[in-house]
C-alpha cells in the first residue's frame, strides 16, 4: 500500500524580505569598501608621517652642514679680504715681495671655499612617489615643502656650478694648486711633505708673479663675489632649513 506525502505548498517571499535582502547585502558590500578605504588610507597615512618623520631626520642633518658651510663662507670672505689688502700694500710699497707671498699663500692654505651644500631629498621624493604629499593637509607645511626640496634645491644646483667653475679659474690663474696641497698630513703617493711643496710653489717665479701682479686683486675680488652670494644661499638655505623643521615639528601633517 502506497503512502502519499502531503506536498508543501512553495514558500513566497514578500517584497519586503527582498527588499530587505538587499538592504543587507548592500550594506555588507558597503561596509567591506568602507573599510578597505580606511584600511588603504591607514597605510598611505602611516608611509606619509614615516617619509615626513624621515624628513626631519633629514632636516637636521641638512642643519649641520648649512652651519658648516656658513662658518667657512664668512670666513672666507674676511681672509680674501686681506688679501687685497695685502696686495694694495704691496703695490703701494709697504709690504716686500717675500712678505705679500707667505702672507697670501698662508692666508689661501687656510682658507676652505670651494666645498658645496647637497641636501639630501630622498624623503622628499618618496614622499613623492608614495603620493603621500596630496595628503598632507597643511598648506603652510605644504609651501615650505616645495621651496626646499625644489626652489631651494634648483638654486643650489646651479650655484654649486658656479662655485666649481669659479674655484677652478681661480685656482688656475693664481695659485695653481688645490686640496691636495692643502692637506695637513702627507699623503701615500706624495714623496715630499705638504709644507715642503708649498715652499717649492713659492719659490717659482709664475707663481710670484701672479700674486705681485695687481690683477691679483681683480681674481681675488671676484671669487670673493661668488662666495659673498653663496654665503647668502646658504642663509637663506638656513631660513628656510629652520621653518620648516619647526612646521614639521609641530606634526600638524
Not at 201 to 229: M, Q, T
Amino acid at each position: 500500500m502506497e503512502v502519499h506525502h502531503p506536498h508543501h505548498p512553495t514558500h513566497k517571499k514578500k517584497w519586503s524580505e527582498y527588499i530587505t535582502e538587499f538592504i543587507m547585502l548592500f550594506a555588507a558590500v558597503t561596509l567591506g569598501f568602507f573599510a578597505e578605504n580606511i584600511r588603504e588610507h591607514q597605510v598611505i597615512d602611516n608611509h606619509k608621517n614615516q617619509n615626513l618623520i624621515t624628513m626631519i631626520d633629514d632636516l637636521k642633518q641638512d642643519s649641520i652642514q648649512i652651519n658648516k658651510r656658513i662658518y667657512e663662507y664668512s670666513n672666507s670672505l674676511v681672509k680674501f679680504e686681506k688679501m687685497k689688502d695685502y696686495s694694495f700694500a704691496f703695490s703701494h710699497q709697504e709690504m716686500n715681495e717675500n712678505q705679500l707671498i707667505d702672507s697670501v699663500v698662508t692666508l689661501y692654505l687656510n682658507t676652505t671655499f670651494s666645498v658645496a651644500l647637497f641636501i639630501n631629498n630622498a624623503s622628499y621624493k618618496n614622499t613623492i612617489s608614495s603620493g603621500s604629499l596630496s595628503f598632507i593637509k597643511n598648506n603652510e607645511t605644504k609651501k615650505l615643502i616645495a621651496e626646499y626640496y625644489e626652489a631651494l634645491y634648483g638654486k643650489l644646483v646651479v650655484n654649486n656650478t658656479l662655485l666649481d667653475n669659479d674655484y677652478n679659474e681661480f685656482v688656475g690663474k693664481t695659485f695653481g694648486f688645490g686640496f691636495i696641497i692643502k692637506s695637513i698630513e702627507k699623503l701615500p703617493f706624495q714623496t715630499r711633505s705638504s709644507s715642503d711643496q708649498v715652499e717649492d710653489f713659492k719659490s717659482i717665479p709664475a707663481l710670484r708673479k701672479r700674486i705681485i701682479d695687481p690683477e691679483f686683486r681683480l681674481l681675488v675680488n671676484r671669487i670673493e663675489s661668488r662666495c659673498g652670494y653663496y654665503l647668502y644661499v646658504m642663509q637663506t638655505a638656513k631660513d628656510l632649513n629652520t621653518k620648516l623643521l619647526s612646521q614639521l615639528n609641530k606634526k600638524e601633517f
